[in-house]
């Protein structure tokens, strides 16, 4: 389908930017029954919605077939971050040349920005906070606003802006077109759109019956204490032209920025504690090429246009299937093939399933890629790098050179260390087996676990493995603290879960004795266990295998019996 006809000066825009065939959005509000009209649109990030509100506003702006003189704006584009206004203001720059567009943002110097507004300009594009500064300075005349547009309205309200919107939106005429658009619609976009819109359209170019097509999901199962260095090795192991690593917290990216730097990572570090400059220049590092790595917080990634990333890891887990999916939105976009990759630590696989459920995406399951894989893909790398490619000119001549006063299997040597200097060390990471496949639907959907669930024995019921389980459906273990270490159930549960990452469901049996404590692992994940334990620093209780046959019932310090513990077993 080829783009309609919409107006001459923007025909002429689209031409020059190559702009063949409209997408899904841009095609939605051009036809018939969207002119004119207030909008509220459901479209994926990077879909092409800056072009769309621009070619639905192009009608009511320019009425008579040309702009009016500059004065006091005629439109109005809200956006969450300082990044997307200004993206937002290129892209209308180069649709709408000829127009004046003014942007305020935080960060920049709001004294000059009063003087392009007081010159006159077509289009006023800005944040919520710097745009309510200015309209509370006088500075800032929405009395001639024929179109407001908010874009990516759900982050917005999700970044505290509810009120400072609906200060701008008071503040338009109540004639105006509103257009909204939104990944979501949550109930405050809702609420906001009934409040402001007139007969809004509806809108929706989500399939979510489907996940997004150009993102790879992929989910990496390791020890909790080697997340870092799983991180490290799924970084060389795709060597991804642009990587968007997401952290929970602030301190989380501040040390993992500092380690992957130390690791000789050219990586940036983007939080809400930098200054808009660092942040700039930050950006300007990752577009550029110089740095290939930005570690980041879920706020912090609000808004980026990053066209080259190809990769999108989360190093702490998503909360919800919301978060999923905007942190993995930043890849695979404008047709390009994009990898998401969750790094979940064994005892939090389970709610790693449920979100990726909920979020509707299919994850594929591994462990992390481990050195001999890194270091046998960095050889065919190698083997298909351009620099290999037929030299020319002095090159050959220096070439053949060399070949001539040396060995040429010292020079290919001598390329290696080269080629391999440039790359940062994989880390050993444990490579245990993976977790069982567990069924990925809501718990109210399944069957209550060990309601009719054989046991190694063949006889049924819902404690297992616990105390009474056969030797068969568990492996024992002990771990060098006991009585005299003043060893509690209350701190050593969550130590057994945290060290071997599994949890409480999967461990039974708990006795301890003076000098060490015995304890029972379920078999399906022991492997896992004893893989995720024989690593651990040396600061921590050793944990080794206790042998075979039943649990010991002696007690060394005489007492009528051994201290026991039994975990309840839930779905």
Request: proline fraction near 7%; include cysteine.
């Amino acid at each position: 389908m080829q783009f309609p006809q919409v107006h001459p000066m923007l025909d002429a825009a689209l031409i020059a930017r190559n702009y063949l065939e409209p997408t899904e959005v841009q095609s939605a509000v051009l036809q018939p029954e969207a002119s004119g009209r207030d909008l509220l649109v459901s479209a994926r990030t990077g879909s092409g919605k800056t072009v769309a509100f621009g070619l639905a506003a192009a009608s009511t702006l320019m009425p008579g077939g040309s702009l009016p003189p500059p004065g006091a704006p005629i439109a109005l584009a809200i956006a969450p971050t300082r990044e997307l206004a200004l993206q937002v203001q290129a892209e209308l720059a180069w649709l709408y040349a000829g127009a004046r567009i003014a942007s305020c943002v935080g960060g920049m110097d709001i004294r000059r920005e009063a003087r392009t507004l007081y010159a006159g300009c077509h289009i006023v594009v800005g944040t919520p906070g710097r745009l309510g500064d200015h309209l509370r300075r006088g500075n800032l005349d929405l009395s001639a606003l024929k179109v407001v547009v908010l874009d990516e309205a759900d982050e917005m309200l999700d970044l505290g802006f509810q009120d400072e919107l609906e200060f701008l939106l008071q503040a338009a005429p109540t004639e105006r077109r509103t257009l909204m658009f939104s990944a979501t619609i949550p109930h405050d976009i809702a609420t906001l759109a009934r409040k402001y819109q007139r007969n809004a359209l509806r809108i929706d170019t989500i399939d979510r019956s489907q996940p997004h097509d150009d993102i790879e999901y992929r989910g990496i199962t390791v020890a909790g204490h080697e997340t870092d260095g799983a991180l490290i090795n799924i970084l060389r192991w795709y060597e991804a032209a642009g990587t968007l690593v997401f952290c929970a917290t602030r301190d989380a990216t501040r040390r993992l920025h500092q380690s992957l730097v130390e690791r000789g990572f050219a990586a940036v570090m983007l939080s809400g504690e930098l200054s808009q400059h660092e942040r700039t220049t930050a950006l300007d590092a990752l577009r550029s090429g110089r740095a290939r790595v930005g570690v980041c917080t879920d706020v912090a990634a609000r808004g980026l246009d990053l066209p080259a990333l190809d990769l999108v890891v989360h190093a702490d887990l998503p909360t919800n299937p919301e978060t999923l999916l905007h942190r993995s939105g930043r890849t695979g976009r404008a047709g390009r093939k994009g990898v998401s990759v969750l790094i979940v630590p064994y005892s939090k696989r389970r709610r790693a399933e449920q979100v990726a459920y909920a979020a509707r995406v299919r994850v594929a399951w591994s462990g992390p890629p481990t050195a001999e894989d890194i270091n046998g893909r960095d050889r065919e790398r190698l083997l298909t790098d351009p620099m290999l490619d037929a030299p020319e000119g002095t090159e050959r001549t220096d070439a053949e050179a060399l070949l001539a006063g040396h060995d040429p299997v010292a020079i290919a040597a001598a390329l290696l260390r080269l080629y391999r200097r440039q790359l940062p060390e994989p880390v050993a990471v444990t490579q245990a087996p993976a977790p069982v496949q567990r069924d990925s639907a809501p718990r109210n959907d399944r069957p209550r676990a060990g309601a009719d669930r054989p046991h190694a024995n063949g006889s049924r019921g819902t404690d297992a493995p616990g105390p009474h389980s056969t030797s068969t459906d568990v492996v024992r273990f002990r771990i060098a603290l006991g009585h005299n270490h003043r060893a509690d159930p209350k701190w050593l549960l969550p130590l057994l879960c945290r060290a071997g990452g599994v949890t409480k469901r999967d461990i039974g049996a708990i006795r301890i004795f003076d000098t060490d404590t015995q304890f029972e692992i379920n078999r399906d994940v022991s492997e896992a266990f004893a893989a995720a334990t024989a690593n651990l620093p040396a600061s921590e209780a050793r944990i080794t295998r206790a042998g075979n046959g039943p649990m010991p019932e002696r007690q060394y310090r005489g007492k009528p019996s051994a201290t026991r513990v039994r975990t309840k077993r839930s779905a």
